[in-house]
């Protein structure tokens, strides 16, 4: 069975939330996921999912250095994630924070890495933002792109 790794870093918790609730719409689309701590997380790992979804709290208006050295030792596998799904996520202290820019720093190296990214055209159209802890609107987000992204990687696994 097609199967969805969604890693993340989180100093506070805020984004190990999202994290949890992603997996929720990921397993509600009936697919497997693993939910990993980036630190606990081996490169070798991203071969196994064909879906890969990364979080991680805005750090100056981008992701954290354990997210970003993760993906910069990810070049190990340069050219073999072609055709996967992404998706990201974040937790920032501000409405206007950064929150964006840190979740298009990560679907862009998710598109270097030739994998394929589905917005939305409804709510957070990159990914789902939190401020702090999620409540009820980020919530549904983190479920949203859950489901988004495991409905894609099973259209494209049939
Ligand atoms: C080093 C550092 C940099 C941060 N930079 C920003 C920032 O640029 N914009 C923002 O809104 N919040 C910023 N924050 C706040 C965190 O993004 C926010 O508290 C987030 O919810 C923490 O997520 P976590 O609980 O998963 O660690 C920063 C926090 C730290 C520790």
């Known amino acids: 069975m097609a199967k969805v790794g969604i890693i993340y870093y989180s100093r506070d918790g805020n984004t190990r939330k999202m994290a949890h609730l992603v997996a929720e719409g990921v397993r509600g689309e009936g697919l497997e996921v693993v939910v990993k701590r980036v630190e606990d997380t081996n490169i070798d790992d991203l071969l196994k999912w064909e879906g890969i ?37 974040t937790s920032s202290a501000n409405i206007g924070g950064g929150n964006e820019t840190t979740i298009l720093s990560i679907l862009q190296m998710m598109l270097i890495h030739g994998m394929i990214i589905r917005g939305t055209s409804r709510g957070d159209h990159y990914g789902p933002v939190s401020i702090e802890s999620p409540e009820e609107r980020a919530k549904k987000g983190c479920e949203e792109l859950g489901a988004r992204v495991a409905r894609l990687v099973k259209r494209l696994s049939e």
């Open 53 to 89: 979804i990364a979080g991680s709290p805005t750090y100056y208006g981008g992701p954290a250095a354990p997210l970003k050295d993760f993906f910069d030792r990810s070049v190990k596998y340069h050219g073999q994630l072609e055709g996967k799904i992404g998706g990201a996520f």
